[in-house]
């Protein structure tokens, strides 16, 4: 059977990935793809709960508290689990899955906690045969990345912040400093791996949602020419 086709938007905190991947399903089922959607960590499985106790601080108040390896495996445990009990048959029968994060995040916001730049080439190479090849989980078909200035972007969550009291950050948000070495990193990445970068922010001010909504539809609608993925229906 064909298979189907892997997405991944990624994006730093409060960069929109919610949004944009939302807009990018609904555009997509409304033109007849079959297509599904997911969103790591997945916090409605039972697979993320180490993934909650560190993102909750139970293992550090610092995302340095937790070595890349060992929180990696927290993130990976997780979508292994998601994969074999939500997606794995839609796509093995050739459905599109959407997916908000997935590998790709756990190659920025770990890899940047190792300064030496052989050290950390040394862990995407794990991180990638670890997860692609021992875990046997697919390869996104293309990674969209939104790129948004991290001083925007810390405006942004400040703002989400204070609309919802009640939601407490994780130990990643609450550092600012630590989510601007993962931008750094996210550039670094793109380019390492090839991921279709969107221009979100311009002149410290965000982009409107359409036109950036636009800029990834267009992107991801050439892979699926070049893949000769059609819609089912209209």
């Known amino acids: 059977m064909k298979k189907g086709c892997l997405i991944t938007i990624e994006a730093?905190?409060?960069?929109?990935?919610?949004?944009?991947?939302?807009?990018?399903?609904?555009?997509?089922?409304?033109?007849?793809?079959?297509?599904?959607?997911?969103?790591?960590?997945?916090?409605?499985?039972?697979?993320?709960?180490?993934?909650?106790m560190y993102l909750g601080g139970a293992f550090g108040q610092q995302a340095d508290d937790v070595s890349a390896y060992g929180a990696?495996?927290?993130?990976?445990?997780?979508?292994?689990?998601?994969?074999?009990m939500k997606w794995k048959e839609a796509y093995e029968k050739g459905t599109i899955i959407l997916?908000?994060?997935?590998?790709?995040?756990?190659?920025?916001?770990?890899?940047?906690?190792?300064?030496?730049?052989?050290?950390?080439?040394?862990?995407?190479?794990?991180?990638?045969?670890?997860?692609?090849?021992?875990?046997?989980?697919?390869?996104?078909?293309?990674?969209?990345?939104?790129?948004?200035?991290?001083?925007?972007?810390?405006?942004?969550?400040?703002?989400r912040a204070q609309a919802d009291s009640s939601r407490a950050k994780d130990i990643h948000e609450k550092d600012s400093s630590y989510l601007h070495r993962c931008h750094d990193a996210y550039g670094y990445i793109a380019e390492k791996y090839g991921w279709q970068q969107v221009v979100c922010s311009e002149n410290k001010e965000p982009r409107p949602v359409e036109a950036i909504a636009q800029d990834v539809y267009q992107k991801v609608q050439q892979k699926l020419t070049e893949l000769n993925i059609q819609p089912e229906s209209k």
Request: charged share 25%; proline share 3%; net charge negative.
């Open 12 to 52: 730093g905190d409060g960069s929109g990935k919610a949004t944009q991947t939302r807009a990018l399903y609904n555009r997509l089922r409304s033109e007849g793809y079959k297509v599904m959607q997911v969103a790591y960590p997945d916090y409605e499985s039972d697979s993320s709960a180490l993934v909650k």
């Open 99 to 159: 997916a908000d994060r997935y590998t790709t995040s756990n190659m920025v916001h770990q890899a940047v906690k190792l300064t030496d730049i052989q050290e950390r080439e040394d862990f995407l190479a794990w991180l990638w045969d670890f997860e692609f090849v021992k875990l046997a989980l697919p390869v996104p078909d293309v990674v969209v990345y939104l790129n948004m200035d991290p001083d925007v972007s810390d405006r942004l969550i400040a703002a």
């Open 72 to 84: 990696s495996v927290f993130f990976a445990v997780d979508r292994y689990a998601s994969f074999q």
